[in-house]
């Protein structure tokens, strides 16, 4: 249905900043709203931030006013741009899009994930 390619991962330092791109394909689908998640090692996988196709947002507390989720929907494009990064932003961070398509005269919803793009915050 919808493939999921993510990039701007990699290794940073504290303070840094960096920014994720995740672009979705498929077609005849509608894309409501996409979204990164992460996974730090030995825990389970958190929102970070979402967005609607109408502009919407929403952050988990620990990355308000440092993170900032934007969509071109155009391009079903997402990014999060990531400033003032800290040691325990460490995680493997998930794009993830939601919405559906018609199978016929059915509405079927989907929910699919990128691969997942590593982000290392370190000195």
């Known amino acids: 249905q919808v493939q999921l390619v993510e990039s701007g991962g990699g290794l940073v330092q504290p303070g840094g900043s960096l920014r994720l791109s995740c672009t979705a394909s498929g077609s005849d689908v509608t894309i409501n709203v996409m979204g990164w998640y992460r996974q730090a090692p030995g825990k389970q996988r958190d929102l970070v931030a979402r967005i609607t196709s109408s502009g919407s947002t929403n952050y988990a507390d620990s990355v308000k006013g440092r993170f900032t989720i934007s969509r071109d929907n155009a391009k079903n494009t997402v990014y999060l741009q990531m400033n003032s990064l800290k040691p325990e932003d460490t995680a493997v961070y998930y794009c993830?899009?939601?919405?559906?398509?018609?199978?016929?005269?059915?509405?079927?919803?989907?929910?699919?994930w990128g691969q997942g793009t590593q982000v290392t915050v370190s000195s």
């Open positions: 993830k899009a939601e919405g559906g398509y018609w199978a016929g005269s059915t509405y079927r919803p989907f929910g699919s």
